[in-house]
């Protein structure tokens, strides 16, 4: 390239680079209410760079080799081209982030009453008989031994977690089996432990999905059933009557 044409374009560059800074200090400026661009000066000065940043754009377009390849790698200045100054403006911003937090507080609240009743149904099969307490002592157990294991037989930690897994089931396959006397008797204690404590997971679960649900009564149920106690001759007509009296008030 002439060396002249390249020293313009150095400091053609240089310049253009300047005015870009002094627009985004202005648009910031024009954010932070010190400055008003919807001014008659504010406005001319918004249409003289967006005149100088179009001259610019159209130059390098008629400059370059591939236009298209031009077009297509420069789509953030072209679109820096387009008059947004309604669209960014800071109401505009503002008003899309309460939006956006109001659409997020929905779906959040849609979210917690869409599992409600499948969050309870699970701390109720958590919390019955125990069993959270049970599979947070099973899953210590099982870790501790695993790391033990690991240790006394110099293996990773995963398969010390499957020799673990494996034992406690009291599937045993056999595939890995300890072979030092400290991951022998880590194997001992993880037997009889894990024997009782998978039988009462067991149980517990057992007893979740067997449970009878509670019976509902309703005053009317149990005045009925007084009432049969008094043809029956249990009680008096005169104990039925505070009985009702109890119930209806």
């Known amino acids: 390239m002439n060396p002249k044409l390249e020293r313009f374009f150095r400091y053609y560059n240089l ?7 002094l627009a985004i200090v202005t ?12 001014t008659l000066v504010g406005r001319l000065m918004v249409s003289i760079l967006l005149v100088v940043f179009a001259a610019d754009y159209l ?27 309604s669209v960014i403006s800071p109401e505009h ?10 659409q997020q507080r929905r779906l959040h609240a849609r979210w917690h009453h869409a599992t409600a009743k499948f969050r309870g149904r699970m701390m109720r099969f958590l919390r019955g008989g125990g069993l959270i307490y049970y599979l947070g002592l099973s899953a210590t157990l099982i870790l501790i031994a695993s790391a033990i294991y690991a240790y006394a037989e110099h293996t990773d930690f995963a398969n010390g977690l499957w020799w673990a897994i494996v034992t406690a089931t009291t599937v045993g396959y ?15 204690v993880l037997m009889f432990t894990g024997i ?3 039988g009462t997971l067991t149980s517990s ?12 009564t309703t005053p009317a149920d149990e005045l009925l059933k007084y009432e ?8 008096s007509k005169q104990e039925l009557t505070q009985q009702k009296n109890k119930l209806l008030h």
């Not at 648009?27 to 932070?32: A, S």
């Not at 400059?63 to 081209?81: D, I, V």
């Not at 679960?205 to 509902?216: G, H, K, L, M, S």
């Open 228 to 235: 049969q106690l008094r043809q029956a001759g249990v009680i």
């Open 205 to 216: 679960i057992t007893a979740y999905f067997t449970a009878t649900p509670p019976t509902v």
């Open 27 to 38: 648009v910031g400026l024009d954010w932070l209410n010190l400055i008003s661009l919807n």
């Open 174 to 188: 056999g595939d890995i089996a300890p072979h030092t006397l400290l991951g022998r008797t880590v194997a001992v």
């Open 93 to 102: 911003v503002r008003g899309i982030w309460r939006d956006m937090r109001a």
């Open 15 to 21: 310049v253009l680079t300047i005015v870009s800074v």
């Open 59 to 85: 130059m390098r377009l008629i400059m370059a080799h591939g236009k298209a390849r031009m077009l297509a790698t420069n789509t953030f200045r072209l679109s820096a081209l387009v008059p947004t100054d």
């Open 196 to 198: 009782g404590l998978i």
